[in-house]
């Protein structure tokens, strides 16, 4: 076993022995099977007023469901996600084994990725029962898988990112309450700043700053267009918070 896959597998155990990641995945699945719910039975009066106003009725489920469905799962991940990595690095300073941890002979670099696969794990198996919705969903009518297909790669990457952040926030204090509101913070700022790049137009400095924002970069990938600026803003920020994450935790040791 390498040093990652123990840091993996040490992680995991302890995610599945404590209730936090069961009440987060039951609230996740419980909020998104809701509005699935009410998405879908929205589309379903649609059909009917369609129905009787020209006797037929096509209806996109891509925009009236899975698209909605998307956009609104993006915000349920800013709350639940640094709920899950809020223990990652805080409760090894709470309980005194960061110090047992920085002396072992695995490097940094196997401590920081093995902690976020671990968190990257539950949140990819969180991700997985969702998926049972589109396969239930096609039982009776017709979509295109093809943008749902992307919209769950946005998910993917998105939460991904998400975690990372709260990594970093993780690694900044040992209080997890202190770490939560932290990643929520960052990921808030990430979201806020498209505002401020609207207000600032088509003008460089306003595209710029729209660039670090995910927002549209997650909404190209929900509309199945997959652009490679899309996927390398959300791989370099990937990179870039667990480089910080790294040299914060690098720095503790010669505290």
Do not use: C
Request: proline letters at 2%; hydrophobic letters at 60%.
């Amino acid at each position: 076993m390498t040093p990652v896959q123990a840091i993996i597998a040490k992680e995991l155990r302890s995610y599945f022995v404590s209730p936090v990641v069961y009440v987060v995945g039951a609230v996740f699945l419980l909020i998104v099977g809701l509005l699935a719910y009410l998405y879908i039975v929205f589309a379903g009066a649609q059909a009917i007023q369609l129905m009787q106003m020209q006797g037929s009725a096509q209806l996109n489920l891509n925009d009236l469901v899975f698209r909605n469905l998307f956009s609104s799962i993006r915000f349920i991940l800013l709350i639940i996600l640094p709920i899950l990595t809020m223990r990652l690095f805080a409760e090894e300073r709470k309980l005194r084994t960061f110090e047992f941890l920085m002396t072992s002979p695995i490097s940094i670099n196997d401590i920081v990725i093995g902690k976020f696969m671990s968190v990257f794990l539950v949140f990819l198996g969180l991700l997985g029962l969702t998926g049972l919705m589109p396969l239930v969903l096609a039982l009776f009518s017709d979509f295109d898988w093809y943008p749902v297909l992307t919209g769950y790669l946005g998910l993917v990457l998105l939460g991904a990112l998400f975690l990372s952040v709260g990594v970093l926030a993780s690694a900044l204090t040992e209080n997890q309450i202190v770490a939560a509101f932290v990643s929520f913070g960052l990921l808030l700022v990430l979201w806020l700043i498209s505002g401020v790049g609207s207000l600032l137009g088509e003008t460089a400095i306003g595209q710029a700053v729209s660039y670090l924002s995910f927002m549209e970069h997650y909404d190209h990938l929900v509309r199945g267009l997959v652009d490679t600026k899309d996927l390398v803003y959300f791989f370099s920020g990937l990179v870039l918070m667990l480089f910080l994450s790294h040299r914060v935790v690098d720095s503790a040791r010669w505290k």
